[in-house]
């Protein structure tokens, strides 16, 4: 009797500690104990995953999925390696293919056919990398951020436990895990090439086991378009070639003049002629207005820093992405701007006036020493506005409109 009732004891104590230990990991059941940690849930989605040790074995994955979406069958090809490096291809029937690669902050797109290659920004990365959904359930502590626990969450008809995290451009983002499998079962997320609040929805529908571990193999992404089918049908890992990752001299060439670029809209809200000149070619020519200028290195600086000096500057920002071409042989570039600028100046009365006008300018480059140099430019703007400064006598707008036909 007396080895019954400890038994009996020994019982109660196990079932009280495993339905702790439930609630640790999960919250939601009927028992009260503090919330569970977010990196318990993640520890126990690598478990269930095949376990850390395992997962860190998995240096790369490679993937290839047969697909249908809203606007027909396609092919998706994902080569993910650790240390944010990705090589992404989708090709759609009739051949219309699309490939974007990775490597750490650069990213960037190839034209097959051409072989030219376009500098991606970093929400072209993040949507090209939100189909790397193999590699994201083992990396989620590299992916996101400022984990914390929602509660628990009916998602893609499954009981969930529902985590709030941040992504690398800042956006709130939801995990779900399964409850019943502690598995990733999906992800919301804001769609950040929307401005209209959408959102892209993934779920994992089935995990497949390869070698030692599970990896995502059937997957559902929507958004605002519809539906998108993924069966990825051949999963290798550690077979992907490094090599493919390496970034081309026109890429490298393109990350630089972006470089240059943010410099000049530095220079401009500092106030700094001499960092704006700094990228000029002693032999700098301007064509403005009708007119081709040669200007002296010493005398541009001074021209611009009296034009910094009369206005503030509110927007000096890009209103679509700058257009750059580097020639094959990364010695020569050009870039294509168009800038909304909008600054606050006096005019001859002492008050305070806002204008905005809109420039769109062509900037040619040749790499010297390792360096590149501003060759040329070529500029224009809107007309109505300048002829507006024209009409009022303004002084100070007539010396913006000299800057900009003489720098």
């Keep these: 009797m007396k080895n019954r009732a400890i038994q009996s004891r020994i019982k109660k104590l196990v079932c009280r500690f495993s ?7 999960f919250p939601g059941s009927s028992v009260s104990a503090q919330s569970p940690a977010p990196e318990d849930i993640i520890a126990a989605s690598i478990k269930a995953i095949g376990g850390q040790a395992s997962v860190n074995r998995i240096r790369s994955i490679y993937a290839f999925a047969s697909c249908r979406g809203p606007r027909g069958a396609y092919t998706t090809e994902i080569q993910s390696a650790r240390g944010n490096r990705l090589m992404f291809k989708q090709v759609r029937v009739g051949g219309n293919t699309f490939i974007g690669y ?18 991606l920004d970093k929400t072209g990365a993040w949507m090209i990398r939100g189909h790397e959904f193999q590699m994201i359930p083992l990396a989620l502590g590299e992916r996101y951020k400022n984990f914390s ?8 008809g499954a009981s969930c436990i529902k985590i709030r995290a941040v992504d690398e451009l800042n956006l709130t983002t939801y995990l779900f895990f399964n409850w019943q499998t502690k598995l990733l079962a999906g992800v919301i997320s804001p769609n950040p090439a929307s401005d209209k609040g959408e959102v892209i929805t993934v779920v994992y529908k089935e995990w497949r086991t390869v070698g030692k571990v599970k ?22 890992l550690n077979t ?14 393109q990350v630089e003049l972006m ?3 943010e410099q000049a809209r530095k220079a401009h809200f500092g106030k700094d002629a001499k960092l704006m000149v700094s990228m ?31 206005v503030e500057f509110i927007e000096w920002d890009d209103m679509e992405p700058p257009i750059i071409r580097v020639a094959k042989d990364a010695s020569m570039a050009y870039k294509i701007v168009k800038k909304r600028v909008r600054l606050k100046t006096q005019n001859e009365q002492g008050q305070t006036v806002e204008e905005t006008t809109i420039f769109a300018w062509m900037e040619t480059y040749e790499k010297a020493n390792g360096k590149w140099i501003l060759k040329a430019v070529a500029s224009t703007n809107e007309p109505p506005s300048f002829e507006l400064f024209k009409a009022n006598r303004d002084p100070a707008m007539e010396a913006i409109q000299s800057y900009q036909e003489n720098q």
């Design 240 to 253: 992907v070639d490094n090599k493919i990752f390496a970034i081309p001299a026109t890429v490298t060439a």
């Design 102 to 119: 990775v490597n750490g902050e650069t990213a960037w797109t190839v034209d097959s056919r051409k072989q030219e290659f376009s500098l």
């Design 215 to 236: 990896i995502p193999g059937k997957v559902r992404a929507t958004d605002s378009t519809g539906d998108f089918l993924l069966d990825f049908h051949t999963i290798r």
């Design 259 to 261: 470089q240059m670029h």
């Design 280 to 310: 000029f070619a002693d032999d700098h020519i301007n064509i403005s207005a009708g007119k081709i200028n040669r200007p002296i290195r010493e005398d541009i600086i001074k021209r611009i820093q009296g034009y910094f000096d009369q």
């Design 149 to 156: 626990v929602e509660g628990k969450e009916n998602f893609a």
């Design 19 to 25: 339905l702790l230990l439930a609630v640790a990991i």
